[in-house]
C-alpha cells in the first residue's frame, strides 16, 4: 500500500487526462461567468443611462462612439442600449413649446407662443398643436386667467419653475401627458436662428403691421412682402410675433401659422445640414444660451430627439390651430373683471381634449385661409378714445389702427383721471349705433359697460366713448 501512497511534492504526478477541448470549455465558461457576475455588480453600482457627454457620440450618425478599450468596449457591449424616450412606448411623445420675452421685455414671463409637438413614432407622423395666449384655463392656487400668465405665476413661486408649472396646467387642461418642455426667450429664439445662418421663409401672404411692440412702449411698422426670403433671427421673431398684420394676418389663426412654419424650417435647416447637427455644436449652443433656455430634456434625450427627427415625414405635418374663427373651436369672451378671453364654444374643453388625444386618428376639417376683406361700412358715429393709462401714446396708436378698420375716430386724449384698472366701451349718447358697438367690441376685445366712471369727463358731441385701461393689451 504504501508503495501506492501519492508523493505530493513530487512534480511529475500523473493526472486523469481530459479530452481534448475539454480544458479550453472550461476557462471560456469560467470567464463568461465571472464577466457576468462582474457586469451585474458593475450594472449596479455604475450609471448606464446613455451619455450625456457630447464628444461620446459619432457627429454624422449620432450613434455612440466605438470606445478604443478593451475594457471600454467590454462596457458597451453589456450596458449598450437606445435612449428610450418618454412616451416612446406608447408611440405618443408630446413636447411643449414655449416662448416668452425673458428679462428687459414688458411681462417678461407672460409665453406669447405656446404650441404642442406630438410625435408618433411608429409612423412618423407629425401634428402641431398652437394654443392660444388668451385662453381662459383654471390656474391652481390663481383662479380663472389666461392660460399665458401660468409661466408667469410659477415663476413668481421659484425661479425657474414657470415651466414646470405650466406644463402642468396645460396637462391639467387638455387631459394630455407632456412627456418634454422646453421654454426660451426671445434672445435665444434670435441666437438659435442666427447660429444656423437664417432661414429660407415662404411668406403666402404678404402684410403690414403699424403696431408692432418695441422697447419703452413704442411700436414700429413692419412690412412683409410674398415670396421666400431669408430671415435672420431678429426677423423671424418679427413675423412669429406680429399680431396686428393687414391682409388677413392679424388673427391668432395666422400668427399661429407662422409660428409653426418658422419652427418646421428650423427643423429642416438643422437635419440639411450636417454641422448643425453636430452634437458639440448643439451644446456650445444650449451652454451658451443657458440663462435663456428651460427644458426637462437631458443632452442625451436632445440626441434621441435629433435621431428621430431625421425619419419624421414634416411634408404633411398635422396642425391644429384653436381659435375663434367661423370654424375654430373658441369664442370671444370675457371675465367678471371685464378682460378678454378666449372659451371653448361647447362650454368645456371635453371636444377639444378628444380632439388633441386622438390627432393622429382624426380627420382635421381643412381650414380655409381667409382672403383680404374689405373693411366694413360702418353707420356715422362720434367716437372718443380715452387712454386711461401712463402708456405714451396708446390713444394715438389705437386711433390709426381703429381708423384703418374703417371706424371714425373723432377726439383722442387722456382720461382725466389715471390710471385706469379697467377698458370699457360706452354709449353715451342714445344715437350710439348697435352696428359700431359690436364692432368695437369685436376689434378692441372690450366689453360694453352701462356708465363711464364718475367724474370722466368727455365731449359733448361723442357718441361712444372708449376707455383704454391697465388691463388693455394692444
Not at 36 to 45: E, K
Not at 74 to 83: A, E, P
Request: hydrophobic share 35%.
Amino acid at each position: 500500500m504504501d508503495g501506492d501512497k501519492p508523493n505530493f511534492l513530487e512534480t511529475n504526478t500523473k493526472y486523469y487526462n481530459k479530452r481534448p477541448g475539454e480544458r479550453s470549455y472550461f476557462f471560456t465558461g469560467l470567464i463568461v461567468v465571472l464577466l457576468l457576475l462582474a457586469g451585474c455588480v458593475t450594472y449596479a453600482i455604475i450609471p448606464h443611462d446613455s451619455s450625456n457627454n457630447p464628444e461620446d457620440y459619432d457627429p454624422v450618425t449620432l450613434e455612440p462612439k466605438e470606445p478604443d478599450s478593451l475594457i471600454g468596449k467590454l462596457k458597451q457591449f453589456i450596458f449598450k442600449r437606445d435612449t428610450v424616450l418618454a412616451g416612446e412606448k406608447d408611440d405618443r411623445i408630446n413636447i411643449l413649446l414655449m416662448g416668452m420675452g425673458g428679462p428687459g421685455h414688458d411681462g417678461p414671463y407672460l409665453t406669447d407662443t405656446i404650441m404642442i409637438a406630438s410625435l408618433k413614432p411608429s409612423t412618423n407622423q407629425v401634428a402641431m398643436i398652437s394654443i392660444p395666449r388668451d385662453l381662459g384655463v383654471s390656474i391652481p392656487g390663481y383662479g380663472w386667467h389666461k392660460i399665458n400668465h401660468a409661466n408667469a405665476y410659477g415663476e413668481t413661486e421659484k425661479s425657474n419653475w414657470g415651466a414646470a408649472f405650466a406644463t402642468e396646467v396645460i396637462e391639467d387642461t387638455f387631459d394630455v401627458d407632456i412627456q418634454y418642455y422646453a421654454r426660451i426667450d426671445f434672445t435665444a429664439f434670435k441666437e438659435v436662428i442666427d447660429e444656423v445662418g437664417g432661414l429660407s421663409i415662404s411668406v403666402d401672404q404678404g402684410f403690414v403691421d403699424y403696431l408692432y411692440p418695441t422697447p419703452n412702449d413704442e411700436y414700429q411698422t413692419l412690412t412683409f412682402i410674398p415670396g421666400v426670403q431669408t430671415m435672420d433671427g431678429e426677423r423671424a421673431l418679427q413675423y412669429s410675433r406680429s399680431r396686428h398684420g393687414s391682409n388677413g394676418e392679424g388673427s391668432d389663426f395666422a400668427r399661429a401659422r407662422r409660428q409653426q412654419k418658422v419652427i418646421l424650417a428650423l427643423k429642416e435647416k438643422i437635419f440639411s445640414f450636417s454641422t448643425l447637427a453636430n452634437p458639440i455644436k448643439i451644446n456650445g449652443i444650449i451652454n451658451s444660451l443657458d440663462r435663456h433656455i428651460t427644458t426637462n430634456m437631458e443632452f442625451a434625450d436632445i440626441i434621441a430627439m435629433l435621431k428621430l427627427g431625421k425619419e419624421l415625414d414634416t411634408s404633411s405635418v398635422i396642425r391644429l390651430v384653436l381659435d375663434s374663427s367661423p370654424d375654430g373651436y373658441l369664442q370671444n369672451a370675457f371675465t367678471t373683471t371685464g378682460s378678454f378671453i378666449l372659451e371653448p364654444k361647447s362650454g368645456s374643453f371635453k371636444e377639444i381634449n378628444h380632439l388633441i388625444t386622438n390627432i393622429f386618428e382624426s380627420e382635421l376639417p381643412e381650414y380655409v385661409e381667409t382672403p383680404a376683406q374689405t373693411n366694413p361700412e360702418y353707420q356715422p358715429a362720434n367716437v372718443e378714445i380715452q387712454n386711461g393709462t401712463w402708456r405714451a401714446g396708446m390713444a394715438t396708436r389705437m386711433k390709426k389702427k381703429m381708423e384703418d378698420q374703417g371706424f371714425s375716430i373723432s377726439t383722442i386724449g387722456n382720461s382725466n383721471d389715471r390710471p385706469q384698472e379697467s377698458s370699457g366701451i360706452f354709449s353715451v349718447s342714445t344715437s350710439a349705433p348697435t352696428d359700431v358697438l359690436q364692432g368695437l367690441v369685436q376689434e378692441l376685445h372690450i366689453p360694453i359697460k352701462e356708465a363711464p366712471p364718475i367724474g370722466t369727463n368727455y365731449a359733448s358731441s361723442t357718441d361712444i366713448l372708449i376707455i383704454l385701461g391697465e388691463n388693455f393689451n394692444e
